[in-house]
């Protein structure tokens, strides 16, 4: 990855529904736009999300997703309505901020949520996209991708002192329902309900990230709490996608360059969803990392990541 750098400009942008977000940029601000999509949803940004990309070559944007990071109203607030925080929002508020900034097209860099999100944008507004890059591909309009996560047949059998933990926090009466458990406690107004319930509910989101263990990042309660409503308000709802959307849309997007990479053994998001969008989308780059797994900063994978972008990048002047 490139080393780290800081903004030289950021600002709000409200996009309605009483909402504002949070933007960035960094790089050469005549370099050709790229905007990276962070994951979750709700997961809001980290610096090293900056680092994809050769800050010479690239303009490159940033923007906390409703809810999350620095937008406002924060849903770490249990106060905070979640209803106009869809992915029709979140797609209208990439396309507002284009505007905004005054881009023509850009590259979108999107892994895992992001990467969703990226082929939604995508499929709604082609005209708007340079190329594609694409990490840990989830699929949320198939069920099987959401029970994978939240249910006992899929990671939890893999992970079962992780996923025992996220079960045994909910009563044995509750127990056939772990998301409408959580839901209920999530949005809760006592602290003293809420604020375990995100922790609980993170602590396995964030679990069993990557092919060797490694410490899970410190989130302060407001993080969590965001990310654990706004995860699973799209959870719950099938990320506000018709069953097969994306697969279905690859068509208006099959002439845009992309390049898709996915570890072997992602237990987030596994690599049957990126082969299946790969056997849809044969023109994309195809990349499998033998040993990683859906952490984006695992060796293989950024290097293909980053191989990438470099790829893209325009030329230089002669």
């Given at each position: 990855?490139?080393?780290?750098?800081?903004?030289?400009?950021?600002?709000?942008?409200?996009?309605?529904?009483?909402?504002?977000?949070?933007?960035?940029?960094?790089?050469n601000?005549?370099?050709?736009?790229?905007?990276?999509?962070?994951?979750?949803?709700?997961?809001?940004?980290?610096?090293?999300?900056?680092?994809?990309f050769?800050?010479?070559?690239?303009?490159?944007?940033?923007?906390?997703?409703?809810?999350?990071?620095?937008s406002?109203?924060?849903a770490?607030?249990?106060?905070?309505d979640?209803?106009?925080?869809?992915?029709?929002?979140?797609?209208?508020?990439?396309?507002?901020?284009?505007?905004?900034?005054?881009?023509?097209?850009?590259?979108?860099?999107?892994?895992?949520?992001?990467?969703?999100?990226?082929?939604?944008y995508?499929?709604?507004?082609?005209?708007s996209?340079?190329?594609?890059?694409?990490?840990?591909?989830?699929?949320?309009?198939?069920?099987?991708?959401v029970?994978?996560?939240?249910?006992?047949?899929?990671?939890?059998?893999?992970?079962?002192?992780?996923?025992?933990?996220?079960r045994?926090f909910?009563?044995?009466?509750?127990?056939?329902?772990?998301?409408?458990?959580?839901?209920?406690?999530?949005?809760?107004?006592?602290p003293?309900?809420?604020?375990?319930?995100?922790?609980?509910?993170?602590?396995?989101?964030?679990?069993?990230?990557?092919l060797?263990?490694?410490?899970?990042?410190?989130?302060?309660?407001?993080?969590l709490?965001?990310?654990?409503?706004?995860l699973?308000h799209?959870?719950?709802?099938?990320?506000?996608?018709r069953?097969?959307?994306?697969?279905?849309?690859?068509?208006?997007?099959r002439?845009?360059?992309?390049?898709?990479v996915?570890?072997?053994?992602?237990?987030?998001?596994p690599?049957?969803?990126?082969?299946?969008?790969?056997?849809?989308?044969?023109e994309?780059?195809?990349?499998?990392?033998?040993?990683?797994?859906?952490?984006?900063?695992?060796?293989?994978?950024?290097?293909?990541?980053?191989?990438?972008?470099?790829?893209?990048?325009?030329?230089?002047?002669?």
């Open positions: 990855m490139y080393p780290p750098i800081e903004p030289h400009s950021h600002g709000m942008l409200p996009v309605g529904d009483g909402q504002q977000i949070y933007w960035e940029e960094c790089g601000p005549d370099g050709k736009p790229a905007l990276f999509l962070h994951g979750g949803p709700g997961g809001g940004l980290l610096p090293n999300a900056r680092c994809w050769d800050p010479g070559a690239y303009r490159i944007v940033l923007f906390d997703q409703r809810g999350c990071g620095r406002v109203p924060h770490g607030d249990v106060r905070t979640l209803t106009a925080n869809t992915t029709a929002h979140l797609v209208a508020d990439i396309e507002r901020l284009r505007a905004h900034l005054g881009v023509d097209r850009w590259l979108l860099f999107g892994g895992s949520w992001g990467s969703t999100l990226a082929l939604a995508a499929q709604r507004h082609p005209d996209v340079s190329e594609i890059v694409l990490r840990g591909v989830w699929l949320p309009d198939l069920a099987a991708d029970a994978w996560t939240t249910g006992p047949h899929g990671a939890a059998r893999l992970f079962p002192e992780d996923y025992a933990r996220l045994d909910v009563p044995l009466a509750e127990r056939d329902d772990l998301t409408a458990a959580y839901g209920r406690r999530l949005n809760d107004p006592d003293a309900v809420h604020v375990p319930a995100a922790r609980a509910w993170g602590a396995w989101e964030i679990a069993a990230n990557t060797l263990p490694v410490p899970p990042p410190e989130l302060d309660d407001p993080t709490i965001a990310f654990s409503r706004i699973h799209y959870f719950s709802r099938q990320c506000f996608l069953t097969g959307e994306l697969i279905d849309g690859v068509d208006a997007i002439h845009i360059p992309a390049v898709i996915n570890g072997r053994y992602d237990m987030k998001t690599p049957d969803a990126a082969f299946a969008l790969h056997r849809a989308w044969p994309a780059g195809f990349h499998i990392v033998e040993d990683a797994g859906h952490g984006g900063s695992e060796p293989g994978t950024h290097d293909l990541l980053v191989q990438a972008t470099d790829r893209f990048r325009p030329a230089p002047p002669r």
